[in-house]
């Protein structure tokens, strides 16, 4: 049988914490397994304007990409204030000087601030190079959002190609080769660039099946507890119909009325306002409640 109590908010808790977990995968082959889906492309700075499907050249381990649209993608969402100063391209932006509302808000002179929003991985000034000659090649690692979770934690990226040859990240989104900065990496959106010249084999990273590549990824759990209060005066009567009497119908047994008498707690169910069974704990051993002082059971559920 069992026995309702409403819990309040001040008992229940949420609390987030990350977790993490390393990732190796070695050889061209794995890391295109649908189970993993890390795709190598390479993107280049096509002449002309229009995008043709029929002839324009595909990239990726697939060739599901096209080399223009690989090239443009990336020069968009990481690399518009880039393209004349390494240090960004910065324009006169107006400061808001916020109202009562919006009718009240108001612009009043001006600052020098970045006119795109490139996903910086860190607040530190530091130079990002894209190359914008026609013809020019990119290159790019993309880990799908199940492998890395919410982001790649920093300072976890190695990419290798054959033994001596190794991409880093330095923890401040710059991608190292021998030590020379060769592109950036976007840890919440599990990307690596390839941008300088300084990577003369380009097409090796991009196409050797001779390859590794591991990280480590990074999850927010959250994790319920609710904390379940028996007062003294709670629950000190059982509710087992194996304490009625059979020989006399509505009678329980004598010793379920001494004053010595504690039933035992054995299970904890969660329901919901229409009193849907939602979660079910066992305790390890049955516990008896107590007519002298309060006891807490504290449930704990990760989501």
Not at 27 to 34: A, E, F, I, N, Y
Not at 130 to 151: N, W
Not at 169 to 189: A, K, P, Q, R
Not at 275 to 288: C, D, E, F, I, R
């Amino acid at each position: 049988m069992s026995a309702y109590k409403q819990l309040l908010t001040s008992d229940i808790i949420v609390t987030p914490f990350e977790v993490h977990k390393d990732f190796t995968f070695t050889g061209g082959s794995s890391l295109v397994d649908p189970s993993v889906g890390i795709d190598r492309l390479l993107g280049q700075n096509l002449d002309g304007t229009l995008f043709n499907p029929d002839s324009d050249p595909t990239t990726g381990n697939l060739g599901t990409q096209y080399q223009r649209l690989v090239y443009s993608s990336i020069k968009e969402l990481y690399y518009s204030n880039y393209l004349s100063s390494s240090y960004s391209d910065n324009v006169n932006l107006p400061i808001l000087v916020p109202g009562r509302d919006t009718e009240g808000d108001r612009f009043v002179g001006s600052t020098q601030n970045p006119q795109y929003y490139n996903y910086s991985q860190t607040t530190l000034t530091y130079p990002k190079y894209f190359p914008t000659s026609s013809g020019a090649y990119v290159g790019a690692i993309s880990i799908p959002a199940r492998l890395f979770g919410d982001y790649i934690n920093p300072s976890t990226f190695v990419f290798y190609n054959g033994i001596a040859k190794v991409l880093t990240d330095d923890g401040e989104g710059n991608i190292l080769y021998n030590s020379e900065i060769v592109g950036n990496i976007f840890y919440s959106h599990g990307i690596i660039t390839i941008t300088s010249t300084l990577l003369s084999d380009l097409f090796n990273f991009i196409e050797s099946s001779d390859v590794t590549c591991s990280f480590q990824s990074s999850y927010t759990i959250y994790e319920t507890q609710y904390k379940c209060t028996i007062r003294e005066n709670e629950y000190n009567f059982t509710l087992n119909p194996s304490t009625i009497s059979g020989s006399t119908e509505g009678t329980t047994y004598g010793f379920v009325t001494e004053s010595y008498f504690s039933p035992y707690i054995t299970t904890i169910g969660l329901y919901d306002e229409q009193q849907n069974l939602l979660a079910v704990g066992k305790l390890a051993q049955p516990l008896p409640s107590s007519p002298t002082t309060d006891t807490t059971i504290l449930i704990n559920i990760d989501r």
